[in-house]
C-alpha cells in the first residue's frame, strides 16, 4: 500500500507538472494567438494599402498614356504647321529675292541715269557758256 501511495503521490506530482506545464503552454499560445492577430490586421491593412497603389498606378498609367497621346498628337500638329509655313515662306522667300534683284537692277539703272544726268547737265552748262558768249560776241558785233 506504501508503494501504492507513492505511486500516488508521484502521479499526482507529475498531474500538477503537466497542469502548470499546460496552462503555460496555453498562456504562450494566447500571446501567440494575440500577436497573429495583430500580424492579421498588420498584413490586411498593407494588402488594403497595396491594393489602393495598384489602382494608384495603373490610373497614373492611363494619365500617362492619354499624355503621350496627347504629346503625339501636338507633334504631328507642330509637323503639319511647320510643313504649311515652309509652303508658305517659299514663295514669299522666292518673292522677296526677286524684289532684292529687282530693286538692284533698279539702283544700278537710277545710277546710271544719274551719271547719264550728270554728263548731260555738264554738257548743257558747256553749251550753254558756248552760247552766252556767241550772244556776247554777236552783241559786241552789233554795237560796232
Known amino acids: 500500500v506504501g508503494n501504492f501511495q507513492r505511486q500516488l503521490a ?3 506530482e507529475d498531474n500538477c507538472k503537466v497542469t502548470i506545464m499546460l496552462e503555460n503552454v496555453l498562456a504562450s499560445h494566447s500571446k501567440m494567438q494575440g500577436a497573429l492577430e495583430k500580424v492579421q490586421i498588420e498584413l490586411g491593412r498593407r494588402d488594403s494599402e497595396i491594393a489602393g497603389l495598384k489602382k494608384e498606378r495603373a490610373l ?3 494619365r500617362v498614356q492619354k499624355l503621350e497621346a496627347e504629346v503625339d498628337q ?11 509655313h515652309s509652303s508658305e515662306m517659299e514663295p514669299l522667300h522666292k518673292a522677296l ?7 538692284r537692277k533698279l539702283a544700278l539703272s537710277l545710277e546710271q541715269a544719274l551719271q547719264t544726268n550728270n554728263h548731260l547737265q555738264c554738257k548743257l552748262d558747256h553749251i550753254q557758256e558756248k552760247l552766252e558768249k ?3 560776241e554777236r552783241q559786241n558785233l552789233e554795237t560796232f
Open 10 to 12: 508521484e502521479a499526482k
Open 74 to 84: 501636338w507633334q504631328a500638329r507642330m509637323l503639319v504647321m511647320d510643313a504649311q
Open 97 to 103: 529675292e526677286i524684289a532684292r534683284e529687282d530693286n
Open 134 to 136: 556767241k550772244e556776247l
Open 60 to 62: 497614373n498609367q492611363q
